[in-house]
């Protein structure tokens, strides 16, 4: 087996919670009202655009466009974006504190929008403790494809094959394995200190 020599973290659903729903429990009180929104205004597909370089407000114009009735409800979404990542997986920023603390090469590569990740640098500041991020929007490329874990090899310097990664997402696992990194899948930190074990990784905390 290669020595695993960096180890790279996601952060969302890794490191911190993150859910739209939170919110949207208190301001779309209706359950099936809540779901609709969610699911053809504010979905996942049009988050992920933001995380791939767009920004908010060209975003909110586009929704408002097409559901000029739902403006605010579409502007409540970033409004009230800090409830979504409503607190850090402590046992999981525990593993990654400890590794640095042991001497590993730990960085984090994330698709996050570029106006709301220095908020969540305000909200968590152990993000601030990795050798250094990549972060989709700021980049205009996005997990799971190819360009940005080339990217991440050249911005810090890695081996791909002595790279380990932790994603939540399967398809951004599978895209970390396809560029030639060793990758996981993150489901809770007990697991993961397993998996970290079987690839020669130890915590000694």
């Known amino acids: 087996m ?38 053809t205004v504010c979905t996942n597909d049009w988050n992920l655009e933001q995380d791939r370089g767009r920004k908010i407000e060209d975003a909110e ?8 009735d ?16 409503s607190h850090a997986y ?19 590569l994330t698709n996050f929008s570029a106006e709301t990740y220095p908020r969540a640098q305000e909200i968590f500041p152990f993000l601030a403790l990795p050798r250094g ?8 490329l996005i997990k799971p494809d190819r360009e940005i874990y080339d990217h991440h090899v050249s911005a810090f310097g890695l081996e791909p ?24 899948q993150f489901t809770g930190a007990d697991k993961l200190k397993a998996d970290l074990a079987a690839h020669g990784v130890s915590l000694r905390n």
């Open 90 to 108: 402590d046992d999981s920023v525990a593993i990654m504190t400890s590794l640095i603390e042991d001497g590993h090469d730990v960085t984090m």
């Open 61 to 68: 114009a586009l929704l408002v466009a097409d559901f000029p």
């Open 161 to 184: 094959s002595a790279t380990l990664f932790i994603d939540d997402s399967q398809k951004n696992v599978d895209g970390a394995i396809a560029a030639g990194w060793k990758a996981l």
């Open 133 to 140: 991020v990549s972060v989709s929007g700021e980049l205009g």
């Open 70 to 85: 739902e403006e605010e409800n579409i502007r409540a979404f970033y409004r009230h974006w800090h409830e979504m990542v």
């Open 2 to 39: 290669t020595d695993i020599r960096h180890i790279v973290f996601d952060i969302g659903r890794v490191l911190i919670h993150y859910d739209p729903e939170i919110p949207f429990r208190r301001l779309l009180p209706d359950d099936e009202k809540r779901r609709w929104f969610l699911e």
